[in-house]
């Protein structure tokens, strides 16, 4: 097999990791392998309690045995992983994992020192504490049977080490995903207000500016925009610095129709020729079309490489 390209997703727990990570997989259907570094905890769920320790701290992973698959995985080779089974919250022996044209390693420490610059593309998914804690909840009650109390003891005991051993790993990322409360809300759209789904405001900071990007140009047609949407939508761009390198910032907040969104879509599936397959509804939500930009740009990397 050729060189596969390597994408590293790091950030906390229940920060929407695995979720981006689907979505660049469902883009480039079949050509993806995906993979979490939680397989490489080195302590099971009930040793890690017993030593007052959380899965933040780098010593809970063992990053050796995981950068020694990463430089396997970019050659082309399969690996023999270590997988964690959330359910038992114990450490097992071993399965397969084969790459595909596209690797990603996600997790809470993909982007450590010794790691980062392994990787052809980094992602560092930083939501707001707010909304972290909603989804980490929500998805740790429903979805894996925990106690309500016991996760949010947990969140909160997370919490100083998230700081020390988690955050700075942004500082590598080529973009930086941050989730905030939309600013839309007062919005008099009565009928779109009492809607179930949560809106949210995305800044994308893009600080791998010193890429060739002449490939695609994705480009926005704001009078249709304006005709097009009945729901809220905003978008804006900037440029600052971000942690030292020269950065470019865009907001979306809101959602945007389909027809755009599918326009959007087919700019990047003409100038790109790849397939990206896509599943929207009847209106592309801020998160959605954030994975939209950071797949324009991704694809932009790619071609850069080839040159
Ligand atoms: N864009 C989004 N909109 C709404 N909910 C989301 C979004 N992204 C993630 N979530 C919710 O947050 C929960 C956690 O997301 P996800 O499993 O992707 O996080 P993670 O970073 O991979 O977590 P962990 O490392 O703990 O496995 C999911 O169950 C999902 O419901
Ligand atoms: O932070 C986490 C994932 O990113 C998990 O909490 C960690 O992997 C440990 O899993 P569990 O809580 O199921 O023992």
């Known amino acids: 097999m050729n060189r596969v390209f390597l994408i590293g997703i790091a950030g906390d727990s229940g920060s929407g990791k695995t979720t981006f990570a ?32 959380t899965p933040l701290n780098p010593e809970m992973t063992d990053l050796e045995l995981f950068r020694e698959h990463l430089l396997m995985l970019k050659c082309g080779k399969a690996i023999e992983k270590p997988v964690y089974d959330h359910s038992l919250g114990e ?25 980062n610059e392994l990787y052809d593309y980094r992602i560092f998914v930083d939501p707001a504490r707010e909304i972290k804690r ?19 003891r947990e969140i909160i005991q997370r919490e100083p080490d998230y700081k020390r051993f988690v955050d700075f790993q942004k500082i590598y990322a080529d973009t930086i995903v941050k989730i905030y409360p939309s600013m839309l809300k007062s ?5 779109y ?13 893009f600080t791998n500016l010193s890429v060739n990007m002449k490939h695609v140009g994705l480009k926005l047609d704001l009078s249709r925009m304006i005709k097009a949407g009945e729901r809220d939508f905003a978008i804006s761009f900037f440029s600052d610095y971000y942690y030292g390198k020269r950065a ?9 129709s389909v027809e755009i969104f599918q326009s959007l879509l087919d700019v990047l599936r003409d100038e790109t020729g790849e397939k990206l397959e896509w599943d929207v ?14 797949c324009w740009n991704l694809v932009e990397v790619m071609n850069s490489e080839k040159i």
């Open 281 to 294: 509804g009847e209106y592309a939500s801020s998160t959605e079309i954030a994975k939209l930009m950071i």
């Open 248 to 256: 470019s910032f865009i907001d979306v907040d809101g959602f945007l």
């Open 193 to 205: 207000l009492s809607s179930q789904e949560e809106m949210y405001r995305v800044r994308l900071v």
């Open 91 to 115: 450490r097992r022996c071993c399965e397969r994992f084969e790459p595909g044209e596209i690797v990603i390693a996600e997790g809470l420490h993909t982007l450590y020192e010794g790691l």
């Open 22 to 53: 689907e979505g660049i997989r469902r883009m480039f259907h079949g050509r993806v392998a995906a993979f979490s570094m939680d397989d490489y905890h080195t302590l099971s769920r009930k040793e890690r309690f017993e030593r007052g320790i």
């Open 134 to 152: 909603t989804w980490k909840l929500k998805r740790d009650v429903e979805e894996r049977g925990y106690r309500r109390e016991d996760v949010i």
């Open 187 to 191: 919005s008099e759209r009565i009928s």
